[in-house]
């Protein structure tokens, strides 16, 4: 009873707190500031951005997911300030092109901001590397987790959404044409002119030596294979003989090999997608089988890894059409919509507004067609993302667990050992990659 009374305490101290720093921007009233936060919570889920609110004096208000960037927000708003920003010139930084954030003013010293979110999903070497020589170095763990299980996003998708989060809380409306970028991408140089140079020329050797490359059609087969999920087709696809060649991105045989291999898996990669398969699972299978390909030692035959990636996304593509023609197209949404957001804190509220259903209609009609009711597919589906985390990534059970957005480490022990009849530790000695 104790408990249960300090945790009331607790969520109303929390709650006069939050609400105090948002009639500090001037919003008043309880349910007025109940409606803002609720729409915000929605916008997050709808786009699967990070969205911070925060005072430089006194620290961040609110972030959903409740993941707190503290540096990255301060020097965000340092940048603001240098590039002369303002409440109508709100801020978007690209760093290196490999992720962006956006900030926008909401007062003297507060403000709103997106991100970090990548237009697409980059190695994890590649990016702790960049992370780790940032201003906001500290929180490179917390941003590695944002940019590899969120979302992937386009620029535009980031001034939209971040054009939305500010008329929510504030109701100003902001242009596109306002929003400044800081683009931190590598320069030119010179680098045009020496590659047109090197174009030419290699365009000229190949003519002279009648070289061509692969056709897009025999491409377009094995990606057919993929999109379908029909291994017959594959099977069709190496039983011809592979006219052209490959083009030549390296004069080390060894750096060829693992380029080609890294080109295919982008392309399968990209077909699985088309052929319904969720993106973070089909860039998980990417960085997979890339790892497994960097481990191989010289001469590289990437022959057995090449059949195993292509073979692997057919089977995932061929598992989710067949939930699509199992299930009818609401529950089938519905699943989608979990598996894509088993990190965020969603329950039968978020998903029927998502599928714009009452909730007591797909909550029924979900346990009739799937024989589970939606929390226990949701449990399901996250200890599924848990078996996919332990055995290819090397996070460790708490950080898998937080991830997950478990409660508790022993929690997600205890769910894990209910449905797997082991350990997460012991999953990970016996199939870990």
């Not at 006194?58 to 301060?74: E, F, K, N, T, Y």
């Not at 590695?144 to 100003?172: E, K």
């Not at 902001?174 to 010179?190: A, P």
């Amino acid at each position: 009873m104790q408990k249960v009374i300090l945790k009331k305490y607790i969520f109303y101290q929390k709650k006069c707190i939050i609400q105090e720093k948002w009639e500090s921007f001037g919003f008043k009233g309880g349910e007025m500031l109940k409606h803002r936060y609720d729409f915000l919570r929605t916008l997050q889920l709808a786009t699967g951005i990070t969205i911070s609110i925060a005072d430089t004096r006194s620290g961040i208000i609110l972030a959903h997911p409740d993941v707190r960037l503290p540096r990255m927000i301060a020097y965000a708003a340092s940048q603001f300030e240098e590039n002369g920003c303002d409440l109508e010139h709100p801020l978007l930084v690209s760093d290196q092109s490999l992720y962006f954030f956006a900030l926008a003013g909401l007062g003297s010293s507060s403000y709103v901001m997106l991100g970090p979110v990548g237009p697409v999903k980059y190695g994890e070497k590649l990016l702790r590397r960049h992370l780790e020589a940032s201003p906001y170095a500290e929180e490179t763990d917390a941003v590695l987790n944002l940019l590899r299980y969120g979302p992937n996003c386009s620029v535009q998708n980031v001034m939209n959404t971040l054009r939305l989060a500010v008329h929510i809380i504030s109701g100003q409306l902001v242009s596109t044409d306002n929003i400044r970028m800081l683009s931190q991408d590598f320069l030119e140089g010179n680098t045009k002119e020496n590659i047109g140079g090197t174009l030419v020329k290699n365009q000229y050797e190949a003519a002279e030596n009648g070289e061509a490359h692969t056709p897009w059609a025999y491409e377009e087969l094995f990606q057919q294979a993929i999109r379908e999920g029909n291994p017959e087709v594959f099977r069709e696809y190496r039983s011809r003989p592979v006219p052209g060649m490959i083009g030549r991105m390296s004069e080390n045989d060894t750096r060829q090999k693992r380029y080609e291999f890294v080109a295919s898996v982008t392309l399968f990669c990209r077909a699985a997608i088309q052929g319904g398969l969720d993106s973070e699972t089909a860039y998980l299978i990417s960085d997979t089988f890339c790892q497994e390909m960097d481990l191989l030692p010289p001469p590289v035959d990437t022959g057995r890894l090449y059949i195993s990636a292509v073979n692997t996304y057919i089977s995932k593509v061929r598992e989710v059409q067949g939930t699509k023609k199992k299930y009818s197209p609401d529950i089938a949404e519905c699943c989608r919509f979990i598996e894509n957001n088993v990190q965020n804190h969603i329950g039968l509220t978020e998903i029927a507004l998502h599928c714009g259903i009452s909730k007591r209609w797909i909550s029924r009609k979900f346990r009739k067609e799937t024989g589970c009711t939606i929390p226990e597919y949701i449990q399901r589906k996250k200890l599924e993302r848990a078996r996919q985390l332990l055995q290819y990534t090397r996070y460790s059970v708490s950080e898998i667990s937080s991830i997950l957005q478990y409660s508790t480490q022993s929690y997600f022990t205890e769910q894990f050992r209910k449905r797997y009849h082991m350990t997460p530790k012991k999953f990970r000695e016996m199939y870990g990659a």
